[in-house]
């Protein structure tokens, strides 16, 4: 169609009755006799026809740059989404005059495909806005898309959301009222009514049923292509698409995974070399097609690129950092040289994909949500040369869950590298760590392993995965003799575990028996002086400016200490771990310059159990800054660009901005920070750092404004040494009993000089 027929149709357009196109059924048969660009001079109409709403949902706009790049890229302009979508591009381009499309014809071609577009689309997970130039009233507007037969969501306690078709609606201008009724679907019996005011909607007391999307969009791959973006709306196509076999769905630049607690056939060879160098809509969302949208995106752009895998606590985060880390090793072997490299890289992948059982195995857990629970925060970095091989790679790690080590929940297990040794340990190894020979019930001859009351997991045979992580750490360079102390340490730390601390009173003090076995063979394994330990296991020392105090410590505070030697043991083991990894990815020098790198975070989930503590709290303290950075890139600066552009036709979007809960936990008075006061004081309690948060954040008086951080804390009703977070994902209540002693999870200096004095 050339220019002048273009702005000749135009003119015809505008010229159409209002009541034509007002009417759903008349402007369907009308627009099923169109074609593509007839679609898309509607949304010019729609532009200078204000009072006209288009029945099939609200109409976007756009900001000039993203249109541009619309209309200048080809493998974006190259399918169809149907009617809807054309009209929405027209609208576009009425808004934007200073952009025009044409093909290499002259001919207008407005189509366009939603999945490949410019990070700057402003569709997320939600509608972002509508029009704003439409008259009359917008209760009106709305309601115009409530008729007899409309499907849309209603709560149920059973299910969340169910359907419902309604069978009738009236509306009282004058008295600016609106009754509708709906029947549930397939449950006839059922019926539900919603009653309204035009103020209670417009105020948003009250809020429309959310509309179900047509069936044409049911289980669609991409969640921003749905007409209708609500809850349930996403619920329900994750619903839709998980009974099809579907676990993964795009959202725009996000990839939605559900994890189908099961083993699934979607990560073999071919599955992976199949999305190599494929652009991300050619086929099934996938873990593999993000991976090489990241890939192609360093190469593309020359710009490093960052992978963020989150979710909650057992959500399938490790799992699915595994395989993008998988195919960033595996995929693209054309980009390896045919020299001498090749061996080298492939060794640096084969180290790569080495880490995934070492790390699992001294970092991992089970939990009641997880078999195979990730209890620290990793960041790979994946570095590439020119030739966009893997040349490098640098793991950093954080908030190791040190208590895991001497407190395990019931039906919960310590890591994992502990049942291993004991299961897979042979003979020899048994009698020199001092091992129970019974490698089926050894877990349970010792303390930290046996609290949980859990030795096994289920189809695990922790003997072969002993194997597996000793084979692993030779990839990564760890030799057999420094493989076997690690043993010995790991064995010593059981021992201490077991020592047995006696002492009735605080006046009688804390004692260990000089016969004590586990004593001896902790001290032995790990080459220390045992009187020196022993001692200031039970005392400890003051010292003043004219003298030094030695003093007995009760029983509870020696077990206090006895633990935190075994944390701090345990957390320069793993600190090692991770040195020797990156020793061997990098070849000795991490600080040498890449050309680019992909990095992969795999980071706790948000966690919210039936007892809350630190760690907890500095978890979902770390999901609340995610969160920010999620909403920052997502909401925040698309929206603060359209402003920049000045966009007329364009509506701000609420959404939930977790920054004041993040001002409660690290603001200048913030919860952090009076805990660190507490920790201080020499005479610090868990009482009174539970004190000082009522007394800063919940003290009598006016109810603070709902953006203030006291608004985002609680305190019980009954009990004590309690505390409640609103969290971005949930409520959750905080035991402030032990934060003082983790907080500050020091080991007495005494003890520390001991360690480093050992011969071993």
Known sequence: ????????????????????????????????????????????????????????????????????????????????????????????????????????????????????????????????????????????????????????????????????????????????????????????????????????????????????????????????????????????????????????????????????????????????????????????????????DAFQGMVRDRRNQTIIVSGESGAGKTMSAKYIMRYFASAHDDTKAQDAAPDAISRVEEQILAT???????????????????????????????????????????????????????????????YQLLAGADKDMRTRLGLPADAATAWDSFNYTRQGGSGQIANVDDAKEFEHTSNALGVIGVTTEQQGHIHALLAALLHIGNIDITGASERVGAAIATDDTACARAVELLQIDSTLFCKWLTKRQIVTRSEKIVSNMTRAQALVVRDSVAKFLYAHLFDWIVRAINQALTCGDSSAPTASFIGVLDIYGFEHFEHNSFEQFCINYANEKLQQNFNRHVFKLEQEEYQREQLENWTFVDFQDNQPCIDLIEGKLGILALLDEECRLQQGTDANFAEKMYKQFAAPGPKPKPDAPAAFFQKPRFGACEFTVRHYAHDVAYEAEGFIEKNKDTVPEEIQNVLKASQG
């Open 356 to 418: 995934n059982p070492v790390l699992e195995s001294f970092g991992n857990a089970k939990t009641t949500r997880n078999d195979n629970s990730s209890r620290f925060g990793k960041f790979l970095e994946i570095r590439f040369n020119e030739r966009h091989a893997i040349e490098a790679a640098y793991i950093r790690t954080y908030l190791l869950e040190r208590s895991r080590l001497v407190y395990q929940p019931a039906s919960e297990r310590n890591y994992h590298v502990f």
């Open 1 to 292: 169609m050339c220019q002048s027929k273009l702005f000749d149709m135009y003119d015809m357009f505008v010229k159409v009755d209002d009541d034509v196109l007002y009417d759903p059924d008349h402007l369907s048969d009308v627009i099923s006799r169109m074609d593509i660009a007839e679609h898309a001079m509607l949304g010019f109409l729609l532009l200078d026809n204000s009072n006209v709403v288009w029945p099939n949902g609200p109409i976007y706009a756009y900001s000039a740059s993203v249109l541009r790049w619309l209309c200048s890229n080809e493998t974006a302009l190259n399918h169809t989404r149907g009617t809807h979508e054309d009209v929405r591009f027209g609208h576009a381009l009425a808004l934007n005059p200073q952009v025009q499309y044409y093909n290499a014809d002259d001919v207008f071609n407005p189509v366009y495909h939603l999945q490949y577009r410019s990070s700057r689309m402003f569709v997320q997970f939600m509608q972002y806005g509508t029009c704003k130039n439409m008259s009359g009233d917008g209760v009106l507007t709305e309601l115009k898309a409530y008729a007899k037969g409309t499907k849309a969501f209603f709560v149920d306690d059973a299910e969340a959301w169910v359907q419902a078709t309604q069978t009738a609606k009236t509306v009282d201008a004058e008295a600016r009222t609106v009754q509708m009724t709906f029947e549930r679907d397939g449950h006839a019996e059922t019926e539900y009514k919603f009653e309204a005011t035009f103020d209670e909607l417009n105020a948003k007391t009250k809020v429309l049923p959310p509309l179900c999307n047509p069936p044409q969009l049911e289980g669609i791959d991409d969640l921003t292509s749905l007409s209708y973006l609500n809850e349930p709306a996403v619920l329900h196509n994750l619903q839709a698409r998980y009974a099809m076999h579907n676990i993964y769905t795009y959202s725009g630049i996000v990839l939605v995974a559900l994890n189908p607690f099961a083993r699934v056939p979607l990560y073999s060879q071919d599955t992976l070399e199949a999305y190599a160098g494929r652009m991300r809509g050619e086929l099934e969302p996938h873990l593999f097609a993000i991976s090489e």
